[in-house]
């Protein structure tokens, strides 16, 4: 009876250790869904899309990594503007803390709410379902399970398209 | 096998319980308050504990005396977004809340373009985020005012309501030419950008000619657009002459809003004008001309 129960419990905790190392994957991020049927007023192309998609899932393995491991330097390659002030205070301020956040991310529905007339901006709204963990050293602070709504705007640079804002709303 | 999953589901069962006990109460925590606004977190109970706020844009950690009220800063809270609130120990708890964004504070306006011709209809576009003084994107509708004006022309005016903390609008580009001002306006917060307006292609451009000793001179009429806005200096003017020995072109500026031009003396020949896809008027000179 042990053995089944610790079996149950290694089988669970591989499960969840294989869901923490691909939400901290920068290569492979999590998935998103990104809806574009309502995008306007610019006419979203598809290829677009897909590189919103991709870009988006990348910050959020960023994120992850970066609120992880304590490490803020990647987040430029992601995030830039407002977003990128704010989780690097928050990287900041764990290091400072002694503290560190886990998340693993089971994916993201995503709608573009809208893409500017000149093409410099979209926004979007995201349904993601997340399990966080706060971490002082080894012991857990606080755990939960959560589906969060985000509003986040992006923006092209150079290479990609980034996360500029990122804010977490109630339910509506 | 029966019995080995049922004894699984059990376990399963009882961790769940034990991390709902571990979690220990609910903290007495608002539902909401707005970002930058101090708050009081009440504790039950005595002796030490330590309080954790988990936020976007940081992490607070402090020793408290349970019993008391825990103060935080409206500095802590600055970013919206979701808080968890964590006290350690067994009168601890944890909870969560929702900063929201403050009043408008900051407008983020983008134009397109920076210079235009005018009389285009929907070529100018204004795209505003509203945010408040902390950077937080104030997603509660909001009503925005776009105005598109150069002095001595009407003003163009439309409010549109943010959806999501952005609102957009289209305007058409005046009809005189100058340095329009576009302003956008939520809760009396405004930011404004400049758009050239600058003249559109000729209207009705016409030009004499006349035999001179040296060959034939031709200049145009002063050059304006459609809406009677001088054409600028600079802008290239097109005199093409077609005679018996072939074609003569000649590219001349504006200057003074005409342009001008000698062209090679001939017996007969037409002479047309141009300036970019508008075409002038035709004049024959000889023959029955």
Known sequence: ?172 | MTRKLLVGFLLLVACMLAEDAARGVELQLPKEVVAGADMAVPTMGSGSATFYLVGPAGTVKRAIKLGQEIQIKGEDVRAAGRYVAVITGDNGGSGGFWVMPAKVANVGFIAQPSRLPVALPGAVSGVVYAFDHFHNLVYQPQPVKFELSVAGAPTTTRTVATKDGVAWTRMDSGRKQGAAQFDAEVDGISARRVVQQVAGDPCNLRMKAQRTPMGILVETDPIRDCSGNPVPDGTIVTFTSVDSKGTTTVDARIKRDVASAQLPAADRATISVASGVVLGNEIRIGGAQ
């Open chain 1, 1 to 172: 009876m042990r053995t089944t129960a610790c079996l149950m419990l290694a089988a669970l905790l591989l499960t969840l250790s294989g869901r923490t190392v691909h939400a901290g994957d920068p290569a492979n991020g999590p998935e998103v869904q990104l809806n574009a049927d309502n995008a306007g007023p610019r006419e979203l192309e598809d290829l677009t899309r897909q590189s919103l998609a991709r870009d988006y899932a990348r910050a959020w393995s960023t994120m992850a990594q970066a609120l992880d491991q304590n490490r803020p330097d990647a987040l430029g390659n992601d995030f830039v503007g407002f977003a990128l002030d704010n989780l690097t205070q928050r990287v900041a301020s764990q290091q400072q803390n002694g503290l560190r956040t886990r998340i693993v991310d089971h994916g993201h529905k995503a709608v573009i709410v809208f893409y500017s007339p000149e093409g410099s901006s979209v926004e979007l709204r995201d349904t993601a379902q997340l399990e966080i963990q706060v971490l002082q050293g080894s012991s857990v602070v606080h755990s939960e399970n959560v589906t969060m709504h985000y509003i986040s705007v992006m923006t092209p640079t150079e290479v990609r398209w980034k996360v500029r804002v990122l804010e977490a709303l109630p339910e509506t």
